[in-house]
């Protein structure tokens, strides 16, 4: 499969993160899938890609133009670099070259990044599975709001539940694995 990953891009994060991270490429790869992310050399970016070549897996990283221009910024050793125009082509492509979605912690970006898909889902552009990795209970208050969404009537009911929860990197995978369907 391929995994379209979105995750934190920030430097000096609490080790936990970093460590959910290299579990998750380090299970990318043990389980033969490839990463598609978005080519950042750093924050939980930079470790997810580095733990799945590691593991001896393949990294897609997808970046536009003026990040890439940015030194330090693209991490140089994927085995695909895809550089993008603009942004919303870079998020088109994360988009479409996906199989399923995961999101590690992450800030602004990453939140952007799973609102997207999360919608398009709900309206129905797709049926591609979306975890949240929500290690140490990261993700908690952003389920709660949106409860709170679905019981005051801003969010369908029913709607929440095209997402996953996990806290387990490894557990992302499998329940990928038994949601998307191998090509026949
Ligand atoms: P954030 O969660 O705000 O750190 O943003 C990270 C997300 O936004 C990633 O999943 C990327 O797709 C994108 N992004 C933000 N900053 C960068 C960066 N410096 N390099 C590559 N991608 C980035």
């Known amino acids: 499969m391929h995994l379209t990953v979105y995750c934190a891009s920030s430097r000096d994060l609490p080790l936990r993160y970093t460590f959910a991270a290299t579990r998750l490429g380090d299970a990318i790869a043990r389980h033969g899938h490839t990463l598609v992310y978005g080519g950042g050399a750093t924050g939980l970016m930079g470790t ?14 997808i970046i536009p133009e003026a990040l890439k221009a940015r030194e330090g910024v693209a991490y140089d050793a994927c085995d695909e670099l895809i550089v993008t125009d603009t942004m919303a082509e870079r998020k088109r492509l994360m988009f479409t070259r996906a199989d399923a979605f995961l999101v590690l912690p992450g800030g602004i970006g990453t939140l952007e990044e799973f609102f997207e898909v999360l919608t398009l889902r709900v309206l129905g552009y797709h049926d591609k599975p979306i975890v949240l990795v929500s290690t140490d209970g990261f993700y908690r208050d952003l389920v709660a709001f949106l409860d709170r969404l679905e019981r005051e009537g801003f969010v369908r009911a029913g709607d929440q539940t095209r997402f996953l929860i996990v806290e387990d990197p490894e557990e992302a995978l499998v329940a990928v694995e038994a949601l998307v369907e191998p090509p026949s």
């Open 48 to 61: 997810v890609a580095r733990a799945v070549h590691q593991g001896g897996g393949r990294v897609v990283g």
